[in-house]
């Protein structure tokens, strides 16, 4: 039988209903043999083939996506995994945003009551927005757009990632520094640009461009680092 297997061993070997491999038949993304008028089995090819549907599934790809990026060649699935990834690094923020708001509103919540705090008072000092959060909350309120840093999709990941350093973590960590010296570090807001190249980062402080990179593969562990020591000089230099 070539290695073939029916349908209740594959339907137990990958955690999978039956129904669900006779509905991926119907819409063309797996074909069995028949034995019989009802038997199904699959081979090696397919059981493969199923494989990658349920890796795919994993990753949140559509029926519908699917069917296209097995139908495309190898170019077609690294241009959709390049989609996916795009998309991924935009949930991952929004999730870190959640997060830091969350601690930001205990902190507040500690301090006055409830009738008492104001959204401004928590955005204010607060470093990355994602565009559901500056739907909800006009941007004006809190920020201002001349100290802003951007980073390009390709790179977001890395931004946020503890191990590279944390932008956002960094940023708070100077302005803490500034302050016991009586300095003081403006708002910044932090976001990702889909007008940067995938790998770029730019610096804006008091209106004006004043630093810009295009990072490397091997390189883009220092983004964060990098961007922190931008906007530092940039503060001396505007003190100066």
């Known amino acids: 039988m070539d290695g073939r297997q029916g349908i209740k061993e594959v339907s137990a070997r990958f955690h999978i209903s039956a129904r669900t491999l006779r509905y991926y038949e119907e819409i063309g993304l797996l074909q069995s043999h028949r034995r019989g008028s009802r038997y199904r089995e699959y081979d090696t090819a397919q059981l493969r083939r199923l494989e990658?549907?349920?890796l795919l599934r994993r990753l949140s790809f559509g029926l519908r996506d699917i069917t296209d990026?097995?139908?495309e060649d190898g170019q077609g699935f690294?241009?959709?995994l390049?989609?996916?990834i795009a998309e991924s690094n935009g949930q991952l923020l929004e999730v870190r945003e959640v997060n830091q708001l969350l601690k930001s509103l205990l902190s507040e919540l500690e301090t006055r009551p409830l009738s008492g705090l104001q959204a401004a008072d928590?955005?204010?000092?607060?470093t990355y927005l994602t565009?559901?959060?500056e739907r909800t909350i006009p941007m004006s309120l809190p920020f201002e757009?001349?100290?802003r840093v951007a980073i390009g999709v390709d790179i977001v990941a890395e931004a946020v990632d503890e191990k590279a350093g944390d932008l956002i973590e960094k940023i708070k960590a100077l302005r803490a520094e500034l302050e016991a010296r009586g300095r003081a570090l403006p708002p910044i807001r932090v976001y990702d640009s889909g007008d940067l190249e995938g790998s770029q980062a730019l610096v804006v402080m008091n209106g004006a461009e004043v630093w810009r990179k295009n990072y490397s593969s091997a390189e883009v562990h220092?983004?964060?680092?990098?961007?922190?020591?931008?906007i530092a000089g940039a503060t001396e230099r505007e003190r100066a």
């Open 69 to 71: 990026v097995l139908l």
């Open 131 to 133: 565009k559901k959060t």
């Open 82 to 84: 390049k989609r996916k």
């Open 145 to 147: 757009e001349k100290n």
């Open 52 to 54: 990658t549907i349920l």
């Open 222 to 230: 220092l983004c964060s680092a990098e961007i922190v020591q931008a």
């Open 122 to 126: 928590i955005l204010k000092e607060f």
């Open 78 to 80: 690294r241009e959709a």
